[in-house]
């Protein structure tokens, strides 16, 4: 990254997401600091623990291998004294006016300058490994057993009989010195960069390249000379059959030699299996959390990187809500947003994708060069003839309202599908908006009809705006940047006999002057960007993209207040 290279003399980087957390601590909080020390002396802080909190297991099982604690944090009202630091560790201080930090090299500690690290940063950097595996974990129902069953499955994954295959590629690694061997006599790779041998690693990217491995034991390696031994328990007891469908996520510098590869994805499946021995431990004092295990992992806008959770699969989310909250706490997340449900989860990598997501990703800046608000998080861009459905002329609003619920299932707020055309129809047919004539017609709807069935099928509540004219939207250039700042959902217009969608607004607050960047559902051809972006489905578009005769109707998602 340019921005890394510049500053190869600063010793200090901090992902901006962590400093937004701590600027926005009121209260006195301390704890760790996580992430990586490089080669040449960098301090790379990505996450922080708290020292608090009701949480039952090391709070670190909740952060990504190999992120490693290198220092404190500290939130203070005012004065601060200076912190005690072992070699090569950092501490940042925030006292509700500035940010401190502070580094300790050659037994000095001194306060250093420091560099904010954006998530494209970090994607020169690293690749995401998302490791795969299936694993049984039954054991007898009590704490001894589990712990035993876990250790033995520890001493497994650490012997030469752990494998890892690299999707789509012919690299497989063994956790063994040299590491690597080949389907097609390539074990060569061993001494090169693992950036070279991915894929697309080496492409410029807003985000986080990622990568699947799928994790393979080797049975007949097994070494052991040892007789059986038979031994029959009479004692009565119970027995935990339990199936792990677990994914461990490892961030894996491009710089890291292949050969060391399959020790870090080895370290990331472990970290999950102790994650695992908590859980079963729980569902031996409550039988609500019983049933198989399944990781959840996931990778929230405000976190900036990927939070490690498990999640029995058959507890709904009111019985998860309090490991929930101590999640939260333990890494400071906010107490009234969802980040680490199940519907958090990192989205299962696919070829092709029946639906883009983030459009406006890569477009160029508008030309009012004001203060850029977006939608944040992520969306679907769902419009016409998707799914095999003739919609179009008649169903903008349709498919606008499906973009509107793919943001709240993305961030976590509903597991529910995306709504059909007919299930639109049945929803505002049912609760008496509509006829029963309306039903399988194609008729249109609009922003009204919008809200219904958002808070109807997925209790969400929306604020509108009405204006008479087209020409009058110019003038909700505020409205509308507060809305993407503090709401950050999609919005819904509607207006004479078309509806789009509104992901974001550029406002110069000095001269009134805005652009619109709009999403637009009357697209009809197939899911390529480069046509979305360069013939301006996705794109910025000015006040006079609005008809002035015409009246509009905005629907503007509120986010529920929950965790």
Known sequence: MALFHVNMEKRAFLLSQLIQR?????????????????????????????????????????LPAPLTPIGKFEVTKGDHSKPELEENEIAVIWDQEDLHVYVSEDQQISTTCFTT?????????????????????????????????????????????TCFRL??????????????????????????????????????????????????????????????????DNRKSGILSTHFKGEAIVYLQKSCKVSKVAALLVQGVIQQLHLAECWLERQLNDKKLCGN?????????????????????????????????????????????????????????????????????????????????????IYGYHHYMQDNFNDNKWGCAYRSL????SWFRFQGYTEKPIPTHSEIQKCLVDIGDKPSSFLDSR????????????????????????????????EKGRELAFHFQ????????????????????????????????????????SEDLSTIQNKGWCGWKGPEFWDPKAYYNLCLPQRPLCI
Request: with cysteine.
């Open 22 to 62: 701590l600027q926005r601590q009121k209260e006195p909080r301390e704890g760790q600091l996580f992430g990586f020390r490089t080669d040449d002396g960098r301090l790379l802080a990505i996450a922080l623990c708290t020292d608090y909190g009701n949480l039952k297991h090391d709070k670190s099982l909740l």
């Open 117 to 161: 690290l954006s998530e494209e940063d970090l994607s020169e950097l690293f690749v995401v490994a998302r490791v795969n595996f299936s694993l049984d974990l039954t054991s007898r129902d009590t704490v001894v057993s589990i712990s035993n069953t876990i250790q033995t499955l520890v001493e497994q994954l650490e012997s030469p009989s």
């Open 167 to 232: 999707q789509d590629s012919t690299l497989i690694l063994q956790n063994k010195d040299g590491g690597v061997l080949s389907l097609e006599n390539q074990g060569g790779k061993g001494n090169v960069d693992i950036g070279s041998v991915i894929k697309g690693a080496k492409k410029k990217k807003a985000s986080l390249h990622t990568v699947n491995f799928q994790m393979l034991q080797n049975r007949s390696t097994v070494t052991c000379r040892n007789a059986p031994v038979v031994r029959i």
């Open 293 to 377: 295990l399944t990781s959840y992992n996931s990778l929230h806008f405000l976190s900036g990187h990927v939070v490690n959770v498990i999640y029995p699969e058959n507890s709904d989310d009111k019985n998860l809500e309090p490991y929930r909250k101590d999640v939260h706490e333990a890494l400071m997340f906010p107490m009234n947003q969802p980040m680490v449900r199940k519907g958090n989860r990192l989205p299962i990598i696919e070829a092709k994708s029946n639906v883009l997501k983030n459009t406006h990703i890569g477009l160029k800046p508008s030309s009012v060069y004001g203060e850029i608000s977006v939608v944040k998080g």
């Open 402 to 405: 499906q973009t509107l619920v």
């Open 443 to 474: 008729q249109w709807i609009g922003s009204t009809e919008v809200g219904f069935v958002l808070d109807n099928m997925y209790n969400i509540t929306s604020k509108f705006i009405f204006v008479s004219s087209g020409a009058d939207l110019a």
């Open 486 to 525: 503090t709401q950050g959902t999609p919005i819904m217009i509607g207006g004479g006999v078309l509806a789009h969608t509104i992901i974001g607004v550029d406002y110069n607050t000095e001269s009134g002057d805005i652009s619109f960047l709009i999403l637009d559902p009357h697209y009809t051809g």
